[in-house]
């Protein structure tokens, strides 16, 4: 994870650091009378009576065989009895539709989850509270409510997201464990990372769960042999797809991009375009093969894609052509918007605006909105913070989970929500007598990051779940 040095006017550098180093209605009954208890009015009455004998009766029937006359004072009195019975049961009616309206309303109403039953997702929070809190969620550890897709990230260095990834499983519908690099060795290209693979885990994710497994393959080959060699870019193809089928995988996300701007790959024009059409013929292949778990659906591909470095895309930057240009034959766009700070320009992890601004970007949205590439997006989301120096030098970095909670047992700091980056932050004084900021994921900022997804109709992909807190997990 780079730091992604920016130029939002919002987020300068001057400004979070002076900030950081300052502390301190019911339908109406109708009651009409049944049929045939219809009172005939006395008028018409009057005038049949006047009639001829002889049209009394072809209108009655022969006498021998007609039936008699009804009576009228017998029609009266049925129908103020069916009048009445009506109203009689009028409560009871009321009551059963009541009962149904009841039923049908809080059977599709979620329930509250255990974090937001206890009021624990707001800006004003105390260091306690979260010590107290962060291992308690609800009882139904499978319901979703978060609805659209969810990509997690898995590590082997931390195994606390296996865990994680077992407990919640039907939270997710993709899972990305880091395991495998594509090199070059020598002139061959190898893929390595197998050993890495847990396939008792698979097992006990299948058994559990819907998620697919998509493992993380990185391409740490040579790009200019793997991108101008044909014989090269095929035998990388059937290596990630010969993969997929011997370990039962669902896909892979790649993860390439990065490594081709800093080759300068991307610079090149023609390299550009050779680099997009190795991308759309992997995907091709591997939406050839169906899997063997699911004969309806093919491999996948998720691609992971980086915010720009300014509010203006670079030439090296990924761009709203280069995903019009994939957007057919990649299933998923995993986007990195973490890391906008670092030890140099210490402040939020990923300011809610700067998210918002990427997602305009990228998706090119003053020329028009596209649902079905925002659809694929995964906005990334940081289940890991930072602590910075901001006196005495420069310097901090990355934290996870349990020393985010153990510097808030040693120091009991006071909480502060920043509201331009919709992130919680606190600052501490270590035994060196130096001044730290420590800006980590809470409650709040995961569900306004939710939020800005789902506005865009989009996915979240985090990074990474080993690294989070168990009562992150109840509002997904």
């Not at 649902?371 to 420069?394: E, H, M, Q, R």
């Not at 989970?401 to 501490?428: D, I």
């Amino acid at each position: 994870m780079k730091n992604r040095n920016t130029n939002y006017s919002d987020f300068s550098k001057t400004r979070h650091f002076q900030k950081y180093t300052t502390e301190k209605a019911k339908p109406e009954v109708q009651r009409g009378l049944p049929r045939g208890c219809e009172i005939e009015p006395a008028e018409m009455a009057k005038k049949r009576e006047r009639r001829p004998e002889s049209t009394q009766r072809s209108t009655i029937g022969e006498s021998s065989g007609s039936k008699p006359k009804p009576d009228r004072k017998l029609g009266t009195t049925i129908a103020k009895t069916s009048v009445i019975l009506s109203v009689a049961a009028l409560p009871a009616i009321f009551v059963i539709v009541y009962r149904m309206i009841y039923i049908l309303y809080f059977s599709n109403t979620p329930q509250l989850t255990y974090v937001y039953s206890r009021g624990l997702v707001k800006e004003e929070i105390n260091y306690r509270q979260v010590l107290d809190e962060n291992l308690r969620t609800s009882e139904n550890s499978s319901r979703r409510n978060f609805n659209n897709p969810v990509l997690a990230y898995i590590t082997p260095w931390n195994s606390q997201g296996y865990d994680m990834a077992k407990k919640f499983t039907n939270k997710f519908t993709h899972l990305s464990p880091v395991w495998y690099e594509l090199k070059s060795e020598g002139t061959k290209l190898v893929l390595n990372g197998r050993h890495n693979a847990d396939k008792g885990w698979i097992s006990e994710i299948r058994r559990n769960g819907n998620s697919q497994i998509l493992p993380r393959v990185v391409l740490e080959s040579i790009p200019v042999d793997l991108l101008k060699k044909k014989k090269q870019r095929e035998r990388a193809i059937n290596l990630i797809i010969e993969e997929c089928k011997e370990m039962g995988y669902d896909g892979i996300v790649l993860e390439s991009w990065s490594r081709w701007a800093s080759y300068g790959v991307l610079h090149d024009p023609d390299m550009r375009d050779k680099a997009l059409q190795f991308i759309v013929q992997l995907g091709q292949a591997m939406h050839a093969i169906r899997l063997e778990q699911n004969i309806s659906q093919s491999l996948q591909l998720v691609y992971v894609i980086g915010p720009p470095r300014s509010d203006k895309f670079e030439e090296y930057d990924f761009g709203p052509d280069d995903l019009r240009v994939l957007g057919d034959d990649v299933d998923g766009f995993s986007l990195m918007t973490y890391d906008f700070s670092g030890p140099q320009n210490p402040g939020p992890n990923a300011p809610l605006k700067w998210i918002h601004s990427t997602l305009q970007l990228l998706l090119d949205s003053s020329n028009g909105y596209n649902p079905k590439l925002a659809k694929k997006i995964f906005v990334g989301i940081n289940f890991y913070g930072n602590d910075f120096v901001v006196s005495g030098g420069l310097g901090g970095g990355p934290i996870i989970g349990r020393e985010y909670l153990s510097l808030l047992e040693q120091h009991k700091p006071q909480m502060h929500w920043e509201k331009n980056s919709a992130e919680h932050y606190f600052l501490y004084i270590d035994n060196q007598n130096i001044k730290h900021v420590v800006f980590y994921p809470s409650l709040m900022s995961i569900a306004t990051r939710l939020d800005e997804a789902l506005s865009w109709t989009a996915g979240i992909s985090i990074w990474e779940i080993g690294q989070g807190l168990e009562y992150f997990f109840d509002i997904l």
